[in-house]
Structure formats: C-alpha cells, structure tokens
C-alpha cells in the first residue's frame, strides 16, 4: 500500500546495459543532500545500478564502483560526490549509529547510494528515492529487471517525478540501437551485382 507523501513508477529493463542506462537518468538529476536506497535480492542488479547512477553524476573511474561489502562506505567524487553505502554485513541497528548515516552522510555535501537499505528501519530517511531491484522469476528472459521507484518527502517526490519524465523520454537501449542502426545494402548491392552480370554476358555475346 502506498503511504502519504509518496510518488511511485515502475520501470522494466531488459540487459545490464539498459540498467545502467536507466540509473544514469537519475544520476543526471541528482544533487548534492540526495539519498536513493536499493533492495532486492543477491545478483539482482543493485551495485549495476549504482555504477550507471556514478556515471550520470559525472564519476570517470567507473571501474572503481564496486560493492563495498567489507569497506561499508565507498567515496567516488565527480559532479558531486557519490556516496555508496553497503549496509549487508551489519548485524545490528545500533551499527548505523557507530556508521553516523543520518549525521555524516545524508543531506550531506554528495549523493548517497544505500543498498540493502530495507535492512534496518532506520536506515531509512525521510526524504529519500526508494528502488526496488525484482529479479526475473524462473524461466525469465536474463538481464530483464523490474524497477518499483517510491519517492518519498518533499524531495524525493519530486526526485522520482523527474526521473519517471526522464526514463519516458528516453526509449530501451534496444529500441535506440535498433534505430541507429545503419540501412542494409543488400538488394541494393544484389541488383548492382546482376546488372554488372548481365553487362559482361552482354558483352560476351557481341564478341561472339
């Protein structure tokens, strides 16, 4: 059930690639004081995410964006910091308060990337973009991930409404690629090479 004060899409990839694509969107839009928080299952696609996110806040390291599972926090700087948190491997709730998320990072001077963020109750903020990874069931095409986005607060909403506008705007990577795609010369170099034909057993007639 959604609660009072959230915004809410959903969005459906279908590779990595698109993935990536569809974070980058976010990234673009985010700012400084930002938080998005992910969930979903292991392998789901979560740190994918978060390094499209890293690309659209202008991060150029993207190799470096990795899970930081043992670290905890991982600092990218780029068009403004990124932030990306792992909570996976803390136990107990009073670990976020030795880890100071509320008072060292959120609202802060970057954007934070919470995964695992559904862990702790307290892990949420008040104002923050909420994106949950489902995986595909059995049998499902790989690749192909469903985005639920929740914003919530004042800016959060507004952070997911945008974002909603952005990903509407911007078609499947596979629908662009598709697009791009140069037009085939086949019949055309096929009716070349028979008239080329027909122009030599031409010729080879009026030698005869």
Known sequence: MR???????????????????????????ARSGDVVGLSGPLGAGKTRFVQ???????VRELRQ????????????????????IDLYRLEREE?????GLRDAYYGG????AVEWVDRFASARPDDYVD??????????????RRFVVVGVGARGRALAAAWSRAAT???PLSASRARSRPPTRRSRTGRGTRRSRA???GASRARR
Not at 11 to 25: G, I, L, P, Q, Y
Not at 95 to 99: G, P, S, T, V, Y
Not at 109 to 112: L, M, P, R
Request: glycine share 12%.
């Open 3 to 29: 609660r009072a004060g959230e915004a809410k899409f959903s969005r459906v990839v279908r590779s990595e690639a698109e993935t990536r694509r569809f974070a980058a969107a976010l990234g673009r839009l």
């Open 199 to 201: 122009r030599r057993a």
């Open 131 to 144: 994106v949950r990874v489902e995986a595909p069931r059995r049998g499902g095409r790989a690749g192909t």
């Open 109 to 112: 001077a970057g954007v934070c």
């Open 65 to 84: 964006v990795l899970s930081p599972t043992f670290a905890l926090i991982a600092e990218h700087p780029g068009r403004t910091t990124l932030f990306h």
């Open 52 to 58: 499209g996110l890293a690309r659209g806040l202008g």
């Open 95 to 99: 670990d976020l308060l030795e880890l």
């Open 169 to 171: 705007r911007s078609p």
